[in-house]
């Protein structure tokens, strides 16, 4: 890939490179994953998405599924998938890759063999890895199912089953099940729902703690200070240009170091520890609007577990939300405390109260 990095040492070869890869893209020249890769270089030396769609053509949002399908790609060539499915994702599937985005790098190679191996599309795609995703929590792996991500997904599509009344819906997931099955037992597990048709309630996830901006004075502004007088007037001078970042007015200085500004809500006070990390709601289940940007306020010294909370732990490297209905193996990092949405604009009747907590 050409080298678009800011400590290149010559401007004019940076911008010919740009330039360059700009044509490909706009020529559609290569594949989908050289596409991401490129995309991914020109953002990292400084083009935001409208530029790059108004020089190429490729939407923003068509950006971001190629960038992190690329991204999944990559994982698919490092844990070692099958020559077959690297070559079939080479050039097609870019969605059914960017669904993979929040598995583990070895979770991702196995639900890309599976959806390779099934003809899935996005949408299925999207299932399995939930599938597989939620069955990783496990500290021991139900009774007959194994880790292989066919079983994964064999043990949702079991779960489910037992929990439906409906005969049509009930035979639909049998079916999904014994489709998926990977081992004998996890097959014979699932064939035991033809014969016994008992119901077995589950606790559905509890509604997130999202919360949301609602007028203008509720979200404050942060001032950057100086320090404590006596000071020079190079003090003065030393301290940098304050630049909002929107919807949630995140503010940046030389330092690396950001913050943003929360009413005082009672929760929020009451936590020694918040930290927080930019997100978007479609992470969290039970949603019923678009997903959209949020922040999550964590409280990190909060780390034992309860079934009514939403936790934050370590997913393979990465930072995951998650709830769990039992306690898990894996250490908690820190609990939940606040999900909130940016203020949202030109809705009279949401405005009416101070504050609104989404149902």
Known sequence: MTDLSPNNPNPENAADSAAELLRKLRQKQGNWVEWGLAIATLQKSGYNPQEIFEATGFEPIQQNQVVVGAQVYSSLEKAGASEAARSHYATRGSDVLYELRLLTQEQRAAAAELTFEHKLNLEEAREIAKAIKDFSWFRTLPEGFSDHPGDAVAYQAWKLARQNTDLQERSRLIAKGLRFAHTPTARKQIEQLLVDFTVVS???????????????????????????????PQDFKAVPLVEEIEPFRIVKFAGEQAWVALPGWQVLLGAEDPVVILATSDRFPNQHTQPGPVLVVIDRSQREWNDFSYFVVDNGGELDFQWFQTEPEIPILGKIIIIVRPRKILDEEVTKDSWQIDE
């Open 202 to 232: 589950q606790r559905p996830a509890p509604l997130p703690p999202f919360y949301r901006f609602d007028s203008e004075e509720e979200l404050p502004r942060i001032v950057p200070v100086v320090g404590e007088l006596p000071l020079t």
